[in-house]
Every structure is written in structure tokens, then in C-alpha cells.
């Protein structure tokens, strides 16, 4: 953001234009890390299920870390099963990078660590557990450093904080639900609606009844993923 006000100047579409560029970039992620887990017809509902979560589409238009940190979060994932694949260090060592950078953009990218020790146990590896364990122990000490460094930059107990006046103006969920663009929403949600319905009912017809959960499951993650 500071290189494009840098490069543009300082105007609203120069701090908003890299989290559009960087949110154009999580569908291919998205292909990346879902083709690891589900076959390309699945994988393309999943990448069009992410791209066009309305959720997805706010913050790739807002000047905030949020595109950021979930673009890297699903990079990190494609990294980590290109690690699964080769088990080279190399990838090892780009997926460490990846968790890092979006370790940078919010702490909360401590919940995708533990995913270090799934390509050991997926291929039973021990090698790739072990190399895995000492990522993940890299990872954890990377995360203690950083928060103390943030902490270290607020104020202490003995300090008082600057005093913020609330102007926000309170509103129900259902107002701001069915608002100006966040009509997407409930469109969004009768989309994936239709679209779970369809396929259980395409895969039961196919496949017979013991098909069906599975389809459930996704169609279930679908509809969080687009209420969320």
C-alpha cells in the first residue's frame, strides 16, 4: 500500500488497488490448495465458491490486511501440499515463507501451523514428520517473537491509552443484511442452497443414497463459508 501511494499518490483507489490485485490471486490459490482433496469438477465449484464469497469480495476491495492474510493462508496450503508431493526441502522452505508473510499480516495465523505435520502423516513419512515438527517449532517461536515485538509497541499496564470516542451508529444484522450491496448476501446463499441441493440430488441418482453425505458435508461448507 505504501508503494502504490508512492508510485500513484495518496488517493482512495491507490491504498484500495493492491488488495485488489492480491484478491484476484486467491482463486488460483484456491484451485491449487482444493485440487489436493477434490476432483476438478468439486475444485471448480470450491475456487467459485471462494471468489465469489461476498465476504471475499469486500475486503478485496478494502485498504485493510484481511485479502492479504487469507490469500497467504491458502498459498500456504498449496506450498504445503506441493511439499506432501516432492517432499523437497525447497517446498518446505517456500511454505515456511508463506506462513511467515501471512504470520506478518494477523497472529492469527497460528491455527494453520499444526498443518506442518499433515504431509508426515498423510504419506507416513517419518523424514517429512520430523522436518514438519521442526517447522512447526520454527513457526511457534516466530509467533512468540513477533507478538512480544507487537506488545512491545503498546502501552504498558502503568500506561494509560488514548481515549476512543465511539461514533458508530448501532444497527440489527437484519438491517445491515438486506442494506445497498449486502443484498449479496441472501443472493449468495440461495445460490449455494441451490447448488447443495442439486448436486446431492445428481450424485444420489448417480451413485446411490451412500453418496449422499459426503455431498451433504460440502454442501454444508459451502453455506457456512457464505453465511461467515
Same mark, same amino acid.
Given at each position: 500500500?505504501?508503494?502504490?501511494? !508512492?508510485? #500513484?499518490?495518496?488517493?482512495?483507489?491507490?491504498?484500495?488497488?493492491?488488495?485488489?490485485?492480491?484478491?484476484?490471486?486467491?482463486?488460483?490459490?484456491?484451485?491449487?490448495? %482444493?485440487?489436493? *482433496?477434490?476432483?476438478?469438477? *468439486?475444485?471448480?465449484?470450491?475456487? +467459485?465458491?471462494?471468489?465469489?464469497?461476498?465476504?471475499?469480495?469486500?475486503?478485496?476491495?478494502?485498504?485493510?490486511?484481511?485479502?492479504?492474510?487469507?490469500?497467504?493462508?491458502? !498459498?500456504?496450503?498449496?506450498?504445503?501440499?506441493? !511439499?506432501?508431493?516432492?517432499?523437497?526441502?525447497?517446498?518446505?522452505? #517456500?511454505?515456511?515463507?508463506? !506462513?511467515?508473510?501471512? =504470520?506478518?499480516?494477523? /497472529?492469527?495465523?497460528?491455527? +494453520?501451523?499444526?498443518?506442518? #505435520?499433515?504431509? %508426515?502423516?498423510?504419506?507416513? /513419512?517419518?523424514?517429512?514428520? $520430523?522436518?514438519?515438527?521442526?517447522? #512447526?517449532?520454527?513457526?511457534?517461536?516466530?509467533?512468540?517473537?513477533?507478538?512480544?515485538?507487537?506488545?512491545?509497541?503498546?502501552? %504498558?499496564?502503568?500506561?494509560?491509552?488514548?481515549?476512543?470516542?465511539?461514533?458508530?451508529?448501532?444497527? /440489527?444484522? $437484519?438491517?445491515?443484511?438486506?442494506?445497498?450491496?449486502?443484498? =449479496?448476501?441472501?443472493?449468495?446463499?440461495?445460490?449455494?442452497?441451490?447448488? /447443495? $441441493?442439486?448436486?446431492?440430488?445428481?450424485?444420489?441418482?448417480?451413485? %446411490?443414497?451412500? +453418496?449422499?453425505?459426503?455431498?451433504?458435508? $460440502?454442501?454444508?461448507?459451502?453455506?457456512?463459508?457464505?453465511?461467515?
Amino acid at each position: 500500500m505504501s508503494a502504490s501511494a !508512492w508510485l #500513484f499518490g495518496e488517493s482512495e483507489w491507490a491504498f484500495r488497488v493492491p488488495s485488489a490485485i492480491v484478491g484476484s490471486f486467491t482463486g488460483l490459490a484456491a484451485f491449487f490448495m %482444493g485440487r489436493r *482433496f477434490l476432483p476438478p469438477h *468439486f475444485n471448480l465449484a470450491f475456487v +467459485a465458491t471462494i471468489v465469489f464469497l461476498p465476504s471475499m469480495i469486500e475486503i478485496s476491495q478494502t485498504a485493510r490486511m484481511y485479502v492479504f492474510f487469507v490469500t497467504c493462508n491458502i !498459498w500456504f496450503a498449496a506450498c504445503l501440499f506441493r !511439499w506432501e508431493r516432492d517432499a523437497r526441502f525447497l517446498s518446505l522452505f #517456500f511454505a515456511l515463507c508463506v !506462513w511467515l508473510l501471512s =504470520l506478518h499480516f494477523h /497472529s492469527l495465523a497460528i491455527f +494453520a501451523a499444526p498443518l506442518f #505435520f499433515f504431509p %508426515g502423516l498423510s504419506q507416513k /513419512s517419518r523424514s517429512q514428520l $520430523i522436518q514438519g515438527g521442526v517447522a #512447526f517449532g520454527v513457526s511457534m517461536a516466530c509467533f512468540y517473537i513477533y507478538e512480544e515485538w507487537i506488545s512491545s509497541k503498546y502501552p %504498558g499496564p502503568g500506561e494509560k491509552a488514548p481515549r476512543i470516542v465511539d461514533t458508530e451508529v448501532s444497527t /440489527s444484522a $437484519i438491517d445491515v443484511l438486506l442494506s445497498g450491496n449486502n443484498l =449479496l448476501v441472501p443472493a449468495t446463499l440461495a445460490l449455494a442452497v441451490a447448488f /447443495s $441441493i442439486f448436486l446431492i440430488a445428481r450424485v444420489v441418482r448417480k451413485n %446411490g443414497l451412500e +453418496a449422499a453425505p459426503p455431498v451433504a458435508f $460440502i454442501g454444508s461448507g459451502l453455506l457456512a463459508m457464505t453465511v461467515l
